[in-house]
């Protein structure tokens, strides 16, 4: 996808006598790199970042509202709750480029030895777990600081089972409940029971080796597991083939109060030291054209689920029907954003970045703290946020 914006970008630039410099760096590396140019109001005229950052800066972008309405129309409307993360103050600040959503890969052939079949609720994913556990394949699910993996798996499956961070006001702690303290207790017992124990210390990537590795039958990821399969497969790489040709993936599982997802994303603003807004600005109607950015998100083999309902026919997920659970997760579950049923707010994603819920879980399964305890724990932690 990085080689195809490239294109883009340079075919954009000739056709239209602009200079385009496309800046590929880490995405960890991107806050301190984003403070910099706002405050010596220098930098890159466009910045392409994850989650509500625009909402954060609001103040350091321009009001780009016009692209937004051109983009809606010409991508029959993005997902309402995008609203969340491109709308500050009635006006837009970023536009959509894309979800890379998590579902679980599994090993369908170990599924199948051991009479396992895809669970559609938490409570099969259980039992399924402490099958493969005993068949000496167990589940694996990271529980350390990570961006990525441990939020995207345990704000769902607290909200699953009805717990929430904070009320509708977005002040009011609402953490320390029957409904959070069921839902760690069951997620205690889940890992007791189907979980390999090295997930409490793993990162975005440990699970990745670990699938790899032929350790685990299951974990949580975005498609990123089942692309390395493939290209070391095309290498030559027979254990790669194996797990590459084995897998299949399944999208989110129900708890008592339903399925959601971690909704979130990757957004592009216009900074307003920018000396450039109008060329941004037609630079982002390119991109965002239906054309283009259906060219883009197929480069990427649906590794980005596009964020308007429209491109839930992108071809791949017909093409590869083991990519179609990605698409699944944004049309059948509750998309649901860091605070819900809570604005998305600075506060939410200060407790993201302080990994609060993750660690009121980890707390709970490491035998630290009682699940009471460590409700009780996120709660007074919660309460030095939301002031």
Request: with cysteine; aromatic share 12%; glycine share 10%.
């Amino acid at each position: 996808m990085d080689t195809k914006l490239d294109q883009m970008a340079k075919a954009w630039g000739e056709k239209n006598k602009v200079e385009v410099k496309v800046e590929h760096i880490n995405i960890n590396d991107i806050p301190a790199r984003r403070a910099a140019a706002i405050q010596a109001k220098t930098g890159p005229d466009l910045i392409w970042d994850s989650q509500n950052w625009g909402t954060l800066f609001k103040d350091a972008l321009v009001d780009i509202t016009d692209v937004m309405t051109e983009a809606n129309n010409a991508n029959g409307g993005w997902y309402k709750w995008t609203d969340q993360f491109t709308k500050a103050d009635g006006k837009y600040v970023t536009v959509p480029h894309g979800f890379s959503g998590g579902t679980f890969i599994y090993r369908a052939d170990w599924f199948k030895q051991n009479g396992v079949t895809v669970p559609k609720t938490y409570d099969d994913f259980t039992k399924a777990a402490e099958t493969m556990k005993k068949a000496g394949k167990p589940f694996g699910q990271a529980v350390g600081h990570s961006f990525g993996d441990p939020p995207g798996f345990w704000y769902p499956y607290l909200w699953a089972y009805g717990g929430k961070e904070v009320e509708q006001d977005g002040k009011t702690v609402a953490i320390n409940t029957k409904e959070t303290i069921g839902a760690i207790e069951r997620a205690v017992d889940m890992y007791k029971r189907g979980f390999v124990d090295a997930g409490l210390a793993w990162d975005d990537s440990a699970n990745n080796r670990s699938y790899l590795a032929e350790e685990i039958a299951c974990t949580e990821n975005g498609s990123s597991i089942y692309f390395v399969a493939g290209r070391d497969a095309a290498k030559g790489d027979e254990r790669a083939k194996r797990v590459r040709e084995n897998s299949d993936h399944f999208a989110k599982p129900a708890g008592p109060n339903g399925a959601s997802i971690l909704a979130g994303g990757y957004y592009t603003g216009i900074m307003n030291y920018s000396k450039n807004v109008n060329a941004g600005k037609d630079f982002l109607r390119y991109m965002l054209s239906a054309e283009n950015y259906l060219e883009w998100l197929g480069s990427g083999s649906g590794y980005l689920q596009g964020l308007a309902p429209k491109y839930a026919d992108q071809p791949i997920f017909k093409t590869d029907p083991k990519m179609k659970p990605f698409v699944d997760n944004l049309t059948q579950a509750e998309a649901k954003w860091l605070g819900s049923p809570g604005p998305l707010s600075a506060a939410a994603f200060r407790v993201y970045n302080n990994y609060t819920i993750v660690d009121m879980f980890a707390k709970a399964i490491s035998g630290e703290l009682k699940p009471d305890a460590a409700a009780k724990w996120a709660e007074d932690q919660l309460k030095n946020v939301y002031k």
